[in-house]
């Protein structure tokens, strides 16, 4: 078995800063695409921050220049460093990962979600 695992959000303040993680645990053999979702309260769900294998990445155009994703493929984590935070930055962040997992193939997981919340 697979799961997807976030942890780091929190309660803080405007202009504030958080680190999120997301490790990839059980029967994994490889990490392809790795991504940030985020869904506020009353709103679709989206896409906030891609990495794939190489380092390459790619970022939903509100939280450019303030979040940065990142991992450590020997730990099969994904990272969200999120600065200069905005209220409306407020949601659950949920982690979306292609395992390579215990039947042979790469498959889709999700984690539980985390939820950050922006708030003087």
């Known amino acids: 078995q697979v799961q997807l695992v976030e942890s780091g959000g929190g309660l803080v303040q405007p202009g504030g800063s958080l680190r999120l993680s997301c490790e990839a645990s059980?029967?994994?053999?490889?990490?392809?695409?790795m991504q940030w979702y985020r869904q506020a309260p009353g709103k679709q769900r989206e896409l906030v921050a891609t990495?794939?294998?190489?380092?390459?990445?790619d970022y939903e155009n509100s939280v450019k220049g303030r979040f940065t994703i990142s991992r450590d493929n020997a730990k099969n984590t994904v990272y969200l460093q999120m600065n200069s935070l905005k209220p409306e930055d407020t949601a659950v962040y949920t982690c979306?990962?292609?395992?390579?997992?215990?039947?042979?193939?790469?498959?889709?997981?999700w984690g539980r979600g985390t939820q950050v919340t922006v708030s003087s």
């Open positions: 979306n990962a292609e395992v390579h997992d215990y039947t042979g193939r790469y498959r889709e997981y």
């Open positions: 059980g029967t994994v053999f490889g990490v392809n695409t």
């Open positions: 990495i794939d294998q190489s380092h390459y990445t």
